[in-house]
């Protein structure tokens, strides 16, 4: 029986992806650097935050940890938070969906939680921001006394703070570090294949499952609680594959009380030349027709070079 479901923060719920581009862009200039690709910041982009902008801006990349190299941190933050709390505010990120699925979780008295490795400075205030906050029981973002991911500690403390047992939760997640920790906790692991930056290193850690669409999370929590067959989000099951099975309206079990499911439609960025998967937040209707083994919809950037679909 699924009592609970944790969720990873950055790309799985929350599309941090094109505004770290333009971020690592901004502060490069700022610092009279060549700012470096997209590729290149998706290829380190599992470093730890601090080691991630050192690898980039620190004058010793090859060894970010340094007592030098933590020295020139100073600089790299005030550039990168400058332009951060200069433009996060400016739209939603959530992934198209997330929001109608922890709705809809929370009304089948499905119990959320939240484990990220993205330090609490951001986090806190971005959940704030995303407006899912009342619907979050429990979030354990990143701080100094817990080890990053795949470490189990974390996994462990939310199930703790909870009152959980591993049988009782999924843990749902981007990136081959979250498939790991639900591994060593016991805890049925799902590969969040929307939003993975190497999709093949998430599916080598033998996921229990691989949706491809947020609302498909709802579906997984039907099966496993045996009325999969009853529930009208039985048609977002990933197999056999529908193409509405991300429509963020297709909520047709909402109450009528629960609001416009419309309420956190996308509008485009406002700077648009930083955001190079554009195309992906409008007119969805192509990867929508994508079958679910060739769909990685509104993905950032993946490690081989595309853009659109594996």
């Given at each position: 029986?699924?009592r609970?479901v ?5 790309l ?9 581009l ?5 502060t490069?200039?700022d610092?009279?650097m ?6 290149q910041?998706?290829?380190?982009f ?9 690898r980039f801006?620190?004058s ?14 100073d600089?790299?933050?005030e ?5 951060y709390?200069g433009?996060?505010?400016?739209r939603n ?22 484990l ?18 009342p619907?979050?029981e ?5 701080t100094d006394?817990?080890?990053?991911k795949p ?17 009782d ?7 081959p ?5 639900a591994?060593?906790?016991g805890?049925v ?9 190497d999709?093949?290193a ?18 997984v ?6 009325y999969a ?17 991300d ?5 047709q079990?909402?109450?009528a ?24 937040w409008?007119?969805?209707?192509r990867?929508?027709?994508?079958p ?9 950037l ?9």
């Amino acid at each position: 029986m699924v009592r609970a479901v944790i969720f990873d923060w950055d790309l799985t719920l929350w599309n941090s992806w094109g505004i770290h581009l333009m971020l690592m862009e901004r502060t490069a200039l700022d610092l009279g650097m060549t700012p470096p690709t997209a590729g290149q910041v998706a290829a380190e982009f599992h470093r730890p935050f601090r080691q991630h902008l050192l690898r980039f801006f620190g004058s010793a990349p090859d060894n970010a940890s340094r007592l030098e190299a933590e020295g020139e941190l100073d600089a790299i933050l005030e550039s990168y938070l400058g332009h951060y709390h200069g433009n996060v505010g400016r739209r939603n990120y959530l992934f198209p969906g997330a929001a109608s699925l922890l709705r809809g979780l929370h009304r089948r008295g499905i119990r959320i939680g939240l484990l990220s490795d993205k330090i609490s400075y951001f986090g806190d205030g971005e959940l704030a921001q995303s407006g899912l906050a009342p619907l979050v029981e429990y979030a354990d973002f990143k701080t100094d006394d817990r080890p990053y991911k795949p470490a189990p500690d974390g996994l462990r403390r939310v199930l703790n703070a909870m009152n959980l047992a591993p049988e009782d939760a999924m843990y749902v997640g981007d990136g081959p570090q979250d498939i790991i920790c639900a591994h060593r906790v016991g805890v049925v692991s799902v590969a969040a294949l929307w939003a993975t930056i190497d999709r093949d290193a998430v599916l080598a850690q033998r996921p229990d499952y691989r949706l491809h669409r947020p609302h498909q999370v709802m579906a997984v929590v039907a099966e496993a609680n045996g009325y999969a067959d009853t529930d009208p989000w039985r048609r977002h099951l990933p197999w056999p594959w529908r193409p509405d099975a991300d429509n963020p309206a297709d909520d047709q079990d909402a109450p009528a009380s629960a609001g416009s499911p419309a309420d956190y439609t996308e509008p485009p960025p406002a700077n648009w030349q930083f955001w190079p998967h554009l195309d992906g937040w409008q007119g969805r209707s192509r990867e929508l027709a994508l079958p679910p083994e060739a769909a990685n919809p509104i993905a950032p950037l993946n490690r081989r070079g595309s853009t659109g679909a594996n």
